[in-house]
């Protein structure tokens, strides 16, 4: 098994999904599946955490990492001219991998991103024959994951509009799947979505990322400017485009303790304000490293603020995580 994972065609597909940012979506569904499981929403009277409830978030869990690797995937399908320039390593570029090889790797992703998901049903649907042949409105958990996947073709298929192209048609794109649908696609693995509380949630990190997503941007100019994409430091130009994100990396964090104290976020609210509070201080932290020295940005492919952008996604769901659990 192990010289077969490091046989060249196996390590250029591995390439290709781009296996290292596969953990924040799986981190999302795990964390909302237990925001759903803590709260006061859970549809199971008993709070049971069943072999059923494991195994269903387990599967949503690792549908969503395919689903994050078929839109790597397809990324550098419709972004192989740029990525000449800003990626040359990548497997399409290099001719490790040819187009064709690439669309059927990207389509057999997403077959086992979304066909699974249909057995992604709540209590009281407890056996996989019962989930299988729920009524349809219980397949909530399937829609948004078809939904999510229209919008990886949103963003980079010119015949779907290719979002991102566009300034701020791009980080809402990304926003919204990555941000609000992740999260209450994690909660449809143990309760409705019919709620607000999973969406005031997914939305906060639905802001958060419609700022954050641009932190790469800058260290991409060249080829993104040479594929047509007009992005947030290339429309507006580098210290502009520095100042307009940062307050995405502050004010959405500050949601958290004012749902707290509002109660429209049911886990414990001791933790959901000082997490709150504690990622808003990192946030200006991090946003004081963008305009400290904007033009820094474009000059390194792994900006500081990148890492904490990624490390304070992480954060923030184990933290939502331990608030529904204490």
């Given at each position: ?12 597909y ?9 953990l ?5 569904i ?26 269903t ?16 995937a ?29 669309w059927?790797f990207?389509?057999l ?12 049903v ?5 056996t ?35 979002t ?45 990322l ?10 991409d100019?060249e ?9 947030l ?43 709150g ?31 904490h ?18």
């Amino acid at each position: 098994m192990w010289r077969t994972l490091q046989s060249p065609a196996v390590k250029s597909y591995l390439t290709l999904a781009r296996p290292f940012t596969l953990l924040p979506p799986l981190f999302g569904i795990i964390s909302g599946a237990i925001c759903a499981w803590g709260s006061a929403h859970n549809p199971d009277p008993s709070r049971t955490l069943t072999l059923s409830v494991i195994l269903t978030v387990v599967l949503g869990s690792l549908c969503a990492s395919f689903l994050n690797a078929a839109s790597n995937a397809i990324n550098q399908i419709y972004d192989l001219e740029i990525d000449r320039i800003n990626k040359p390593n990548r497997p399409l570029v290099t001719g490790e991998l040819s187009i064709a090889q690439a669309w059927k790797f990207t389509w057999l992703l997403y077959a086992l991103a979304i066909v699974p998901t249909w057995w992604v049903v709540v209590f009281p649907y407890t056996t996989w024959g019962q989930k299988f042949a729920a009524p349809l409105p219980a397949h909530e958990c399937f829609f948004i994951y078809i939904a999510g996947m229209i919008f990886t073709f949103i963003y980079s298929a010119p015949a779907f509009g290719r979002t991102k192209r566009h300034a701020i048609g791009a980080n809402v794109t990304i926003a919204i799947p990555r941000g609000c649908l992740l999260k209450v696609a994690g909660w449809t693995m143990v309760g409705r979505a019919l709620v607000a509380e999973p969406w005031y949630i997914g939305s906060i990190f639905m802001l958060f990322l419609v700022g954050a997503a641009s932190t790469k941007d800058f260290s991409d100019i060249e080829g993104d400017a040479a594929g047509g994409c007009r992005t947030l430091p290339i429309r507006f130009g580098v210290r502009n485009a520095a100042y307009m994100i940062a307050p995405f990396f502050i004010f959405p964090w500050l949601l958290m303790p004012i749902g707290a104290m509002n109660g429209i976020l049911t886990g414990n609210r001791n933790v959901l304000i000082g997490l709150g509070i504690g990622l808003a201080i990192w946030g200006a932290y991090t946003a004081w490293l963008l305009v400290r020295n904007p033009d820094e940005l474009t000059s390194t492919e792994n900006h500081p603020s990148w890492r904490h952008m990624y490390l304070m996604m992480m954060t923030a769901q184990i933290g939502f995580a331990a608030a529904y659990l204490i």
